[in-house]
């Protein structure tokens, strides 16, 4: 048994204790001092563990290029407090991502914990950063590969409910208690709400690639699939919390209409490689090159300087929540932790710090900096 001594961020207050570890759980969480060895920590803050849903690459490392480069990817995503995430993999033609995905979730690597895969495709409308090509859709029999080459992890597939066919695939990309997330749409309100009624109870960067629906009659207000989200408590979301891809005012928005449903709000990077490092330019796969104008700043494409994911890092969107949201502590942590444990269907296990949860935490210093991350009761990273 070993204990840490600090400001431990609860599920509603901040409390001055002791966080007690007993193995790969938390066995305790007490304002006693226990009878154990304790590290001091005491100016520090302790917080959840982070939950990245959706990220590409870090550092040098893109979910593209390999089981190396995953592995990269956990090694390098604690030092950021990340301790789950779903590797996110970009679209490729049929035939040829069963058969990669199948690689990746053969790794076992040290570091941040895999929850899953994310395929950002290949069931989108709207491409985005992706190449038209590499959109082809498919049927029941490329779903069923992809769920099977994912094994021993869930496949979480992002689709687009206005992808011809896709009422027919979202019950088995559920299957399991798996989420569906909705992306890169320009669904009408119909749409969106047959999605929803068929098991798609999440929508990933949220605004971005959800374009506004056209005009109909000078006077008239159009919905399309953003007006069904938001009015829909059983649907989250999630933001690029950078200051640019969404502007702070329409998340705060989603956080009022979201107050009541299960997951409500999270935050999460769709980092690129490059992430973390200082402004360059770096290869995104075949996509080509993007580049960073600043630490944390949304990626763009060289050649036409559109948006092609982000260099933002989870502890830096932390700090935004605070300074851009206006948020407590308490309330920001949520956001990276337990809202999205409860998207992925592991809030009995993750993202709270409490008894019986997995010993999965960050140590954040006075200005919410990174001093040191444990996964599994062990101190994987520190500064």
Known sequence: MKAIKGKIVTENVIVSGYLVLDGGKIADVTLEKPQ?????????????????????????????DGPEAL???????????VTGFLPTVSPSPMGQDSAYLKTLSATSPEGTHILGFHLEGPFLALTGAFNKDAIGGGGADRV????AAAKPYKCIFSISPDVDGIFDLIPI?????????????????????????????HCTHFYDVFPCPPVSEPGVRPSGIVEAVLADPRVSVDFILDGVHVDPIAVKMALVAKQSGPGSVCLITDANVGAGFQPGTYTFGNMGDICFDYPGAPARSVKDHTLAGSG??????????????GLDLVAASKLLSYNPAKVLHLEKQKGLL??????????????????????????????
């Open 144 to 147: 069923n590969a992809l769920i």
């Open 354 to 383: 409490a008894s019986g949860y997995d010993a999965d935490f960050v140590v954040l210093d006075g200005n919410l900096e990174v001093q040191s991350t444990w996964v599994s009761g062990k101190e994987f990273y520190k500064k």
């Open 312 to 325: 933002l890092t989870l502890d830096v969107a932390l700090r935004n929540a605070v300074k851009l949201l």
């Open 71 to 81: 592995a990269g990817m956990c090694r390098t995503l604690p030092r950021y407090g």
């Open 173 to 201: 990309m559920a299957q399991d208690d798996t989420p569906v997330f909705m992306t890169h749409t320009g669904a009408n309100v119909q749409q969106a709400q047959k999605a929803i009624e068929l098991g798609a109870r």
């Open 36 to 64: 154990c060895e304790i590290e001091d920590r005491s100016e520090c803050y302790l917080l959840p563990g982070f939950i990245d849903m959706h990220i590409h690459g870090v550092h040098n490392f893109l979910v593209d």
